[in-house]
């Protein structure tokens, strides 16, 4: 057997002048207002991102220690950007791959998310190699014991669990999202023994229909009106920092706490963090082991 695994990410612009192709790729030939396209570019410029990406720097800096821990072949493939799902498929089989392992960098199932990926690398693979896809995470021991290794010492604080809302009709489809992230704050809130605790959604898009919530600004909103002085967040839906934490987190929840006069601040996120990686490694060789499906 000839394993190579696609590590998938969402996929950041590489330059600002991407961003129009970018936000198209992600609205997927729906229309899109130019006012939010302007707010898209602002946002992406605010963060210094003019003819360079650091927050793809990430994703790569995670598959080289994945590669290095593995032993193995690790491909990244992009659901927005460059380079493409497709692309780390075709470099995985010009490789010689005979079975391929799919790994999402997102912890938590939904048909619009993780479903999304796995279309794109069925797609691209076909009936060329024995794909094994890795479909949720969110309980795994390692992912949990790290986060909440970076609670332990916050636990008097109110620690609010967030995560990137979705449509809020996934819920009558029966979608496991929110479920399987209640579940991932709750183990991460027992082992690091947090008992004051709520989970927020954040990140939400201008698409002209409900998404869940409660939304994080609103949120903060709620806790200041019961009181809270002190919050501090843990994104379990992300695993690396981009534009929806160091904008939507670091930015404008911050201003908001600012204004309520609530002391905010969070976790470092995962990124290319060795225990991370080692995670990841385990979910690799366990999908690698499983007798192919076909
Ligand atoms: O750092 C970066 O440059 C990219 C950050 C980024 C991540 C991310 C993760 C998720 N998204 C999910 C769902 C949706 C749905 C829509 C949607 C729209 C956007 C837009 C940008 C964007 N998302 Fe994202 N998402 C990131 C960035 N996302 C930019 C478009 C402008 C905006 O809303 O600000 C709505 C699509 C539509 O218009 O129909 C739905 C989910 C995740 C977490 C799982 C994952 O990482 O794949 C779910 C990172």
Redesign the pocket.
Known sequence: MSIAVVL??????SRIAD?PA??AD???G?P?KPE?LE??VA??RRLG?EDA?P??EITEATRAALEGELGLPVFTGM???TPRIADAAEQALAGGADTIVGL???P?Y?T???E??RAQLEDAIGSRADLRFVERWGDEPGFVALLAGRLVFQKHKHVVFT?????ARILDEGDP?RDELLETARLVAEMAGVEDWSFSFQ?????GEP?LGPDILDHLDDLAAHGVEEVFLCPI??????????WDLDVEAAEKARELGIRLDRIVLPNADPAFVRTLAGLVRRASAVPSMS
Request: charge should be positive; hydrophobic fraction near 40%.
């Open positions: 998938m990410a969402y996929g950041s612009p961003v970018y936000y992600i609205r997927g729906r899109i939010h707010d898209l946002r992406y991102i990406n927050l793809n659901r927005h950007w999402v960098l997102a938590h939904s619009l998310s993780i999304k990926y995560a990137h809302s979705l449509p999202y990140s939400e898009s201008p698409t998404w839906g992300f695993v690396a920092d981009h534009l929806e934490i160091r």
